[in-house]
T-cell receptor, first 114, second 110 residues
C-alpha cells in the first residue's frame, strides 16, 4: 500500500513570500491532517479534514494560512505571506476514520523562511 | 487538557545497551497510545500502537507497555544499534487529533 505523499520535500523562501504544500493521503483514508512541527517540539495540529469538509481549524492562523481538500482526496496548505516563525516541518497525515484510528504520516516538507 | 511529557529530552548509550524511553500523560481516558520514530528532517514512522485495553505491544526488538492508571507508557528497545539513533515521540488521541510529547532524541554510539 502506498504511503502518504508530500511535495516539495524542502522549500526556502524569503519572508512575505507565499508558499504551497501538497499532500496525497493513503487511498481510502477519509481523514486528512496537517501538522506543524517546530524544531525541538512535537507536531501541532493545524487543520483536520473529514472527506472534503473541515472538522477542526482552531489552531490554523487564518490571517496567513489556508488549506483545502477538493474532491476529498488531495490537499494543499498555503502560507501567504510567510513569517520567520513559520519555519518548521509541515507534516501531512491520514487515517481511515476520525477518532482513535492510527494516523499515518508523510515525509514532511521542511520550510525555511529567511 | 491532555499534556504529554517525555523525559529525558536526549539520551546517549553505547551500542548493545537496552534503551528505555518514557512517556507520561495527564488524562488517563485515552483510546490508545502511539509511538513514532523520526529521523532528522523527516516525517514520522509509526512504530507501535497500543490500544487502551492492552498492557503491552511488541514488534521485533521493540516492546511498549501502557499503564493507564498511572498515565505512563514505556518503550523498550533491546540491544540497541547505531541505526536506532533518532527521535522517538509518543502521542495520544485527544478527540480526533494527536497530542504529542516533544520527543526523546537517542544517540547510539558504535
Amino acid at each position: 500500500e502506498a504511503g502518504v505523499a508530500q511535495s516539495p520535500r524542502y522549500k526556502i523562501i524569503e519572508k512575505r513570500q507565499s508558499v504551497a504544500f501538497w499532500c496525497n493521503p493513503i487511498s481510502g483514508h477519509a481523514t486528512l491532517y496537517w501538522y506543524q512541527q517546530i524544531l525541538g517540539q512535537g507536531p501541532k495540529l493545524l487543520i483536520q479534514f473529514q472527506n472534503n469538509g473541515v472538522v477542526d481549524d482552531s489552531q490554523l492562523p487564518k490571517d496567513r494560512f489556508s488549506a483545502e481538500r477538493l474532491k476529498g482526496v488531495d490537499s494543499t496548505l498555503k502560507i501567504q505571506p510567510a513569517k520567520l516563525e513559520d519555519s518548521a516541518v509541515y507534516l501531512c497525515a491520514s487515517s481511515q476514520t476520525e477518532q482513535g484510528n492510527e494516523q499515518y504520516f508523510g515525509p514532511g516538507t521542511r520550510l525555511t523562511v529567511t | 487538557k491532555q499534556e504529554v511529557t517525555q523525559i529525558p529530552a536526549a539520551l546517549s548509550v553505547p551500542e548493545g545497551e537496552n534503551l528505555v524511553l518514557n512517556c507520561s500523560f495527564t488524562d488517563s481516558a485515552i483510546y490508545n497510545l502511539q509511538w513514532f520514530r523520526q529521523d532528522p528532517g523527516k516525517g514520522l514512522t509509526s512504530l507501535l500502537l497500543i490500544q487502551s485495553s492492552q498492557r503491552e505491544q511488541t514488534s521485533g526488538r521493540l516492546n511498549a507497555s501502557l499503564d493507564k492508571s498511572s498515565g505512563r507508557s514505556t518503550l523498550y528497545i533491546a540491544a540497541s544499534q547505531p541505526g536506532d539513533s533518532a527521535t522517538y515521540l509518543c502521542a495520544v488521541p485527544v478527540g480526533y487529533k494527536l497530542s504529542f510529547g516533544a520527543g526523546t532524541t537517542v544517540t547510539v554510539r558504535a
